[in-house]
């Protein structure tokens, strides 16, 4: 039986398979900024949680969930990635994540998918500009 071909990246389809940093039932992630973007009513909803390691101002952990197609989620897995690396990204680079960055280190994703990395980067300043808010000097 030949199996069903694949139209995306082998990054696209190793994040959608195997995505990193989602937020497993029942798990105990203490955020201190969360964002969330989406409508159940046109298909992808994204949650995306961060910790701020308060010296240093950058990403020392995230989470994520996302309900969607298989780019919306190897977007969102990527993204997750994408904040941890070098030590976890800083705040002010964390709010400047272009979509266009995420497509690609994925590989690239079909135009009518580009929405599902524009999510993602949406959740993410949100998640940020939550904590800057509570955490307001």
Request: with cysteine.
């Amino acid at each position: 039986m030949n199996p069903i071909p694949w139209a995306y990246s082998d990054t696209v389809k190793d994040h959608f398979f195997n995505p990193r940093n989602f937020l497993k039932d029942g798990e105990d992630f203490k955020a201190d900024g969360t964002g969330i973007v989406g409508s159940p009513a046109c298909g992808d909803v994204m949650l995306f949680a961060v910790a701020i390691d308060p010296a240093t101002k950058r990403i020392s952990a995230c989470r994520w969930r996302t309900f969607g197609c298989a780019s919306a989620i190897a977007s969102t897995s990527m993204l997750s990635c994408m904040t941890l690396e070098d030590g976890g990204m800083t705040l002010e680079r964390a709010k400047r994540v272009k979509p266009e960055e995420i497509i690609e280190r994925l590989g690239g994703l079909p135009d009518r998918k580009y929405h599902c990395s524009v999510l993602g980067h949406q959740a993410l300043a949100q998640a940020v500009e939550q904590y800057e808010k509570n955490h307001a000097q």
